[in-house]
């Protein structure tokens, strides 16, 4: 059985003003951070032998993680295409919206359409390339959506959208 996968399909460029910001924070906190981890890593080196020293294996591999991420978000934030107006109709949902749904149960949810790299479950926010947001963009309040879920097809209905924080 082969290891091999295709490579992802790239995700979209847009992000937020907020989600660039942060962004740019953890690149400034990230090399702050690699200079510390420099520095314990020459202390681990310089102990003697490496091949059995937990502290300098431990530090090689976060130095490892640390440059990885640096070089992700090196390579991603000049592509980055931030959004910051407001669409013209704000009765459908566009990017950056704020969008309650009621499913067939009578429950209701409230999702934001962000960029792939602001995604957080806990506040509800989805990347604009999630199947929810795909099948959200465009429509306006009171529109059915029929979203493919592994359980089987799920259907909303539009209840609110809105647009700022």
């Known amino acids: 059985m082969s290891r091999y996968r295709p490579p992802q399909p790239p995700s979209s460029p847009y992000i937020t003003p907020d989600g660039y910001e942060k962004l740019q924070e953890e690149l400034k906190a990230l090399w702050k951070r690699r200079?510390?981890?420099?520095?314990a890593l020459a202390a681990a080196a310089a102990?003697?032998?490496r091949s059995e020293n937990a502290e300098y294996i431990y530090r090689k591999k976060e130095l490892r993680e640390i440059d990885r991420r640096i070089g992700y978000l090196q390579k991603r934030l000049p592509h980055l295409k931030v959004v910051t107006e407001k669409p013209t109709d704000i009765t459908r949902v566009f990017?950056?919206?704020?969008?309650?749904l009621e499913d067939d149960a009578g429950n209701e949810v409230e999702y934001r359409i962000v960029g792939a790299?602001?995604?957080d479950t806990e506040k509800g926010w989805i990347s604009l390339d999630a199947p929810v947001a795909r099948a959200l963009?465009?429509?306006?309040i009171d529109d059915e959506v029929e979203v493919?879920?592994?359980?089987?097809?799920?259907?909303?209905?539009i209840m609110k959208v809105r647009y700022g924080v």
Do not use: N, Q, R
């Open 35 to 39: 200079a510390d981890v420099t520095k």
């Open 117 to 119: 790299d602001e995604i």
């Open 47 to 49: 102990e003697g032998d």
């Open 137 to 140: 963009m465009k429509k306006a």
């Open 95 to 100: 990017f950056g919206a704020f969008v309650t």
């Open 148 to 157: 493919a879920t592994p359980s089987g097809k799920a259907t909303y209905l």
